[in-house]
């Protein structure tokens, strides 16, 4: 291209042919060293872990939200130290679809844990997170004086994976976060469909976000959901909506009279309160307090605990069985033409699977 400035009448500086970048010696190194953080071992996570260094909890949770083998390695050595010190907490599931206030909520909450002189880890559970990139947590700002609070650890859902994978990875996080001496935990999820039986399944208390005004507030409600409540609890209910939101209260409550007496023997409570404007917020708290002392007195917190233990060996041996099959390089490709054969209709379902899984185990057995 002409350049005017290298017109002989341009009286100003000309323009020089340009130069070619010098070769790099490796390409790769400059954004390899961007991402390359220091590794600790094992003892060291272990030991920062114990002695509440959150930098170090924090870079231990990625450990385990990592797909890499040799980070999964390590994530689950420092577990294993870690399970022994866990336990002391009390993890409470908050669940409510989007909008019904649930980052207001926590963070109103949450002041109201910190305040009690308690440290809180707030975790989330989002499955969908892959697709929108963690819409619930993931924006710090939502609970804008927890996050800046210190003793309050907060981590967005972990986005890689099923959700009996991103599951799995929360609960085992809640092991590291008690090691760190958290003992207050809120998981969060969003309350529009299979998470919350994952959430319900490694917490204590679930409670159940709702808002009142439409008058149809319990047929968008799934049933199992409102079944799994211990607590559910009627947000908004300020300015000209606290008439709504007692009635709301009502509805609720004549709901759940129709539901048998849960396992636990607490009748699930309907509270009103305002997330915003914090009016209730001891409260809700008193109720969760007052389950806890419930449960503890009756056995039911140790006995839930331990279904929840039992069920998360399966869920992992389920999950590891299920991962080792689907990765194993002959089964994938042979489920490709498996399934051709199954749309084509030259082969049942139900043969298509009983050829494919004979061909793993036998493939186990000749491993051997
Ligand atoms: P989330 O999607 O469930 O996390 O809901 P947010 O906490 O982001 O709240 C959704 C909207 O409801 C925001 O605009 C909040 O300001 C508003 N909101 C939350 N809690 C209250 C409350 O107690 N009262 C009123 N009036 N608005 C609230």
């Known amino acids: 291209m002409e350049h005017p400035e290298n017109d002989s009448q341009y009286t100003g500086l000309s323009v020089n042919e340009g130069t070619s970048d010098k070769p790099t010696v490796n390409p790769y190194l400059k954004n390899f060293s961007r991402f390359k953080r220091k590794s600790y071992t094992v003892s060291e996570y272990v030991e920062g872990i114990l002695k509440s260094d959150v930098s170090l909890l924090g870079q231990a949770v990625t450990l385990i939200e990592s797909s890499k083998p040799e980070h999964q390695a390590i994530a689950q050595e420092v577990i294993d130290k870690c399970l022994p010190y866990s336990g002391n907490s009390v993890r409470i599931g908050i669940t409510g679809v989007p909008g019904a206030g649930k980052s207001t909520s926590i963070d109103a909450f949450g002041m109201h844990v910190l305040e009690e002189g308690k440290k809180l880890a707030v975790l989330a559970i989002d499955p969908s997170s892959e697709v929108s990139k963690g819409s619930i947590l993931g924006d710090k700002t939502r609970m804008e004086r927890l996050s800046v609070a210190e003793n309050a650890f907060i981590r967005p859902s972990p986005s890689a994976g099923s959700l009996g994978g991103v599951a799995r990875k929360t609960r085992e996080t809640i092991i590291l976060c008690e090691a760190a001496g958290f003992d207050r935990i809120f998981i969060e999820t ?179």
Request: aromatic share 12%.
């Open 190 to 368: 969003v309350g529009v469909g299979q998470s919350e039986t994952a959430v319900h399944s490694m917490v204590d208390f679930f409670l159940l976000i709702q808002l009142a005004g439409t008058g149809d507030e319990l047929q968008g409600i799934k049933r199992g959901i409102m079944e799994m409540a211990d607590g559910i609890i009627i947000n908004k209910a300020d300015g000209n909506n606290i008439e709504k939101a007692k009635l709301a209260q009502s509805h609720f409550r004549n709901a759940l009279h129709l539901f048998p007496l849960p396992e636990s023997g607490w009748a699930p409570k309907v509270l009103t309160y305002s997330g915003y404007f914090e009016i209730g917020i001891k409260e809700v708290w008193d109720m969760i307090d007052e389950y806890i002392a419930f449960v503890r007195k009756n056995g039911y917190f140790e006995y839930r605990r331990n279904e929840q233990s039992k069920y998360w060996m399966y869920e992992t041996i389920n999950e590891r069985l299920k991962s080792d099959f689907y990765n194993n390089p002959t089964i994938s490709n042979e489920l490709k033409f498996c399934e051709q054969d199954v749309l084509q209709s030259r082969m049942s379902s139900f043969a298509a699977a009983a050829k494919i899984l004979n061909m793993y185990f036998d493939e186990l057995k000749n491993s051997k």
